[in-house]
């Protein structure tokens, strides 16, 4: 079965066609960072519009560097949430119209269900059952999964995810949106040891997160270097550093935990924050220590992009899923 894929829940476009016999044929993706990055962050209207903009040329693009006609079209599988309302109604409306003029079915698939298998795309694909930590802009979780739809939820962020700490703490220290990979490239320059910041909620049981108070936390170490007239580029990348060496002990911390909990040895780390090179090597270590072993998808599946939900899209598609009449984006939508 070939199933086109369809991204548009922030501000990413994203278009891929994948095969379930040859694997991924085609992938296209157009970044809106350069829209929004003036004003700090995703500006959901100017979102929209440019995905309006973006769908019809790279779909065609997908096509014609896959090689495929659209009769050879079999499904369209389009992001349905969570996401921007606004994007993702572009999308779904769009991924709609064509397979009703295609003749073809279509299914809304769960954004973070994508950013999960995203890994499965890679030469070694993760076998099931195995943990999966989920870190991108919008979530943190740790979920079991046993299969395709067999999803446990084990923990999660009670505020900020991963990825928004990354990016509201890269805000108030004045670095340009996005945050996390801003943070990991000053973080590279940092001194180690210099500042050393907590690991939130590691010190009491469970697998939930809590990542506001870390930025909180950051944000008046900043503050008290730049009011002792240090607001040098070393202190940035020196609590840069800080801030990212807690946010990989405590991700670190709590998957050692799922592991040992549920007994599995297989982790899969995805989402956006998945492609921090830190966080992987330390998982890679933890994970190894544990005789288990970390699998992650490529760092440009990594973030938003349309591979991962033409390959979600494809097995649920092959599993007789499809759309009800009707379409309903949806802005929060638990896994
Ligand atoms: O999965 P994603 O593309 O979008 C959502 O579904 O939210 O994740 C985006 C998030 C942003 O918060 C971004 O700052 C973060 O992933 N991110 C990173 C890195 N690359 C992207 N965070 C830390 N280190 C990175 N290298
Ligand atoms: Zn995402």
């Known amino acids: 079965m070939r199933v086109l894929g369809i991204e548009t829940s922030c501000d990413e476009t994203g278009v891929a066609?994948?095969?379930?016999?040859?694997?991924?044929?085609?992938d296209a993706l157009f970044s809106q960072i350069d829209l929004h990055r003036i004003y700090g962050g995703v500006v959901p209207e100017l979102a929209s519009r440019d995905h309006v903009r973006r769908m019809v040329p790279l779909v065609r693009e997908v096509l014609e560097r896959a090689g495929v006609q659209r009769q050879d079209v079999d499904g369209i599988a389009y992001t349905a949430g969570p996401g921007l309302v606004g994007a993702l109604l572009v999308g779904g409306a769009f991924a709609r119209a064509l397979a009703y003029a295609w003749q073809v079915p279509a299914l809304g698939v769960h954004h973070m269900e994508g950013h999960l298998l995203a890994p499965m795309l890679e030469e070694r694909p993760p076998q099931f059952p195995f943990v999966a930590l989920l870190v991108s802009g919008g979530h943190t979780q740790l979920v079991r999964v046993d299969g395709i739809g067999h999803y446990q939820l084990l923990g999660e962020s009670l505020d900020d995810a991963a990825g928004e700490a990354f990016d509201k703490t890269a805000k108030l220290m004045g670095l340009r949106y996005p945050g996390g990979p801003?943070?990991?490239?000053?973080?590279?320059?940092?001194?180690?040891?210099?500042?050393?910041?907590p690991r939130p909620m590691t010190d009491r049981p469970g697998l939930d997160f809590s990542f506001s108070g870390l930025k909180t936390f950051t944000l008046n170490t900043w503050q008290s270097c730049v009011q002792a007239g240090d607001a040098q580029e070393q202190t940035r990348s020196d609590i840069a550093l800080a801030f990212e060496q807690a946010v990989v002990?405590?991700?670190?911390?709590k998957c050692r935990r799922a592991l040992k909990q549920s007994g599995l040895k297989r982790l899969v780390i995805a989402g956006g924050v998945s492609a921090n090179r830190r966080l992987r090597a330390s998982l890679e270590k933890m994970a190894g220590g544990l005789g288990g072993e970390l699998f992650y998808a490529r760092p440009e599946f990594c973030t938003d992009n349309g591979a991962m939900i033409a390959y979600a899209g494809c097995q649920r598609l092959m599993a007789g899923q499809q759309d009800e009449q009707g379409l309903s984006p949806r802005a929060r939508w638990p896994l």
């Not at 801003?182 to 910041?197: K, T």
């Not at 002990?249 to 911390?253: C, E, G, K, W």
């Open 17 to 26: 066609l994948y095969d379930s016999e040859r694997g991924l044929l085609a």
């Open 182 to 197: 801003e943070i990991a490239r000053l973080a590279e320059q940092g001194a180690p040891g210099r500042f050393v910041f």
């Open 249 to 253: 002990d405590t991700l670190t911390i």
